[in-house]
Nanobody
Framework: QVRLVESGGGLVQAGGSLRVSCAAS????????MGWVRQAPGKERQFVAA???????YYAESVKGRFTISRDNAENTVYLQMNSLIPEDTAVYYC?????????????????WGQGTQVTVSS
C-alpha cells in the first residue's frame, strides 16, 4: 500500500520558519516527481513546489525566494523549508507524488496524495 505521510506542521509567527517533511512508502518512487500543494480554508488547492527525481525544482511565484524544496531519494522523503512565513501561507499542506512533475504543478490527475499537515502563521 502506497503511503505519503506528512509531518512537521504547526503554529509559527509571521517571519518565522518551519520545515515540513513527507515520507513515502509502499513502492519505489524512482523517477517520480514529488511536491507540495496547499489548501487554505474556503479556497481551492494551490500548487506550492515540486522537485523531479534528478533534483530539478519548480515553485509557485508566491513562494519563490522563501520556500525551498528538497528530497532524499534514498529515504523516499521530500522536504519543504519555509522561511519568512506570512499569514497568507496558512493552509493544510499536502504532499504529492507523480511520474510527471507537470501533473503536480497543474494539479491534474496526481497519482498519490498524503493526508495533509496544518501550517498556521500568526500575525
Amino acid at each position: 500500500q502506497v503511503r505519503l505521510v506528512e509531518s512537521g506542521g504547526g503554529l509559527v509567527q509571521a517571519g518565522g520558519s518551519l520545515r515540513v517533511s513527507c515520507a513515502a512508502s509502499g513502492r519505489t518512487f524512482s523517477g517520480h516527481a514529488m511536491g507540495w500543494v496547499r489548501q487554505a480554508p474556503g479556497k481551492e488547492r494551490q500548487f506550492v513546489a515540486a522537485i523531479n527525481w534528478s533534483g530539478g525544482t519548480y515553485y509557485a511565484e508566491s513562494v519563490k525566494g522563501r520556500f525551498t524544496i528538497s528530497r532524499d531519494n534514498a529515504e523516499n522523503t521530500v522536504y519543504l523549508q519555509m522561511n519568512s512565513l506570512i499569514p497568507e501561507d496558512t493552509a493544510v499542506y499536502y504532499c504529492a507524488a507523480d511520474p510527471n512533475l507537470r501533473a503536480i504543478a497543474t494539479l491534474e490527475s496526481v497519482t498519490y496524495w498524503g493526508q495533509g499537515t496544518q501550517v498556521t502563521v500568526s500575525s
